[in-house]
């Protein structure tokens, strides 16, 4: 079985204002589709590699065959931040973090306050393509952090809990070069059930 494209569970104008109908449609149906299907073709060669978890092959890039491995930590990143980047909106408006995990998170950033405007710093600060993250070490000890393109922190040992795509794609027909706005205002549609139950599992 080869790797399938997550059906959005929201309808494409849902996630408005902060995302319009338009990037939500595009978004989903040609860029995320896209890393899907090239992930896919990349692996024709080595069908064994369907059967593997998208993580576990993203956490040993050096097992896989080196004529593929630049096109599957391209677009098997690509596929995966996608999936998660989608699962953690929400329509129906922002759920706050629980007590307990805010107090992890002003454990580690200070504030919560501290907390959003160093991701958002982390976010904003990408140099061209790619993603800023709220991550877990191996420790289960919060990270903020960013990656060039479509290049995973599992890659890095970690487990992404926020994923803030900064790809032009994911906000330029609305939003144009004002990233630190679509940064600020991706906050609004966040499910921070989401974010807690990658944080626990
Ligand atoms: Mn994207």
């Given amino acids: ?44 060669k080595y069908p064994e590699f369907y059967e593997k978890d998208i993580t576990e092959i993203l956490m040993n890039l050096s097992n896989v065959p080196e004529d593929v491995r630049t096109a599957v930590r391209n677009n098997g990143g690509g596929y995966f931040h996608h999936n998660l980047w989608w699962e953690q909106f ?39 393509s790619g993603w800023g993250w709220l991550c877990k070490d191996s420790g289960r000890k919060l990270v903020i952090n960013s990656t060039p393109n479509q290049n995973s922190p599992v890659s890095s040992g970690l487990v992404p809990l926020i994923a803030v795509d900064v ?8 939003y144009q070069n004002r990233r630190a706005e679509f940064v600020e205002n991706f906050w609004k549609i966040l499910d921070w059930s989401v974010v807690e139950t990658r944080f626990n599992k």
Avoid at 167 to 174: D, G, S
């Fill in 167 to 174: 790809w032009e794609h994911a906000y330029y027909l609305k």
């Fill in 90 to 128: 929400t329509a129906i408006g922002p759920t706050p973090p629980s007590d307990p995990f805010k107090s992890v998170i002003n454990l580690a950033f200070g504030s919560f306050d501290k907390f959003q405007k160093k991701l958002n710093a982390a976010s904003t600060g990408v140099f061209g």
């Fill in 1 to 44: 079985m080869t790797f399938q494209l997550p059906k959005l569970v929201f309808s494409y104008d849902a996630l408005e204002p902060v995302m319009d109908a338009k990037t939500v449609e595009i978004h989903h149906d040609k860029h995320h589709a896209g890393y899907t299907a090239k992930l896919n073709k990349a692996l024709e």
